[in-house]
Nanobody
Framework: QLQVVESGGGLVQPGGSLRLSCAASGFTLSYYDIGWFRQAPGKEREGVSCINRLDDKTMYVESVKGRFTISRDNAKSTVYLQMNSLKPEDTDVYYC???????????WGQGIQVTVSS
């Protein structure tokens, strides 16, 4: 069974840091592209960052560039999102997406809350 579980969220003060983890089971993580998304109630899900399965090329939405870093440890079947200099506007539910190019499908985690507040 393919499964993705996020962890590492919580409450942090502005300027603080969190590291989210995305643990995958049931498949070989190195075969997949990985993305982190976030979504606030009533809003569309937004892509935050992704990492390519072929060359580990990374991409970030403009609002998190220089603050967030995505990385993967294929041996541990885990992808990380290091979030520094957090701002209140980073408050959202964060989701991990494991994406297969062929056949085309996605495996989503259940989401984890990140709250940035003083």
């Amino acid at each position: 069974q393919l499964q993705v579980v996020e962890s590492g969220g919580g409450l942090v003060q502005p300027g603080g840091s969190l590291r989210l983890s995305c643990a995958a089971s049931g498949f070989t993580l190195s075969y997949y592209d990985i993305g982190w998304f976030r979504q606030a109630p009533g809003k569309e899900r937004e892509g935050v960052s992704c990492i390519n399965r072929l060359d580990d090329k990374t991409m970030y939405v403009e609002s998190v560039k220089g603050r967030f870093t995505i990385s993967r440890d294929n041996a541990k079947s885990t992808v990380y999102l290091q979030m520094n200099s957090l701002k209140p506007e980073d408050t959202d539910v964060y989701y991990c997406d494991v994406r297969s190019r062929w056949p085309r499908y996605d495996v989503w985690g259940q989401g984890i809350q990140v709250t940035v507040s003083s």
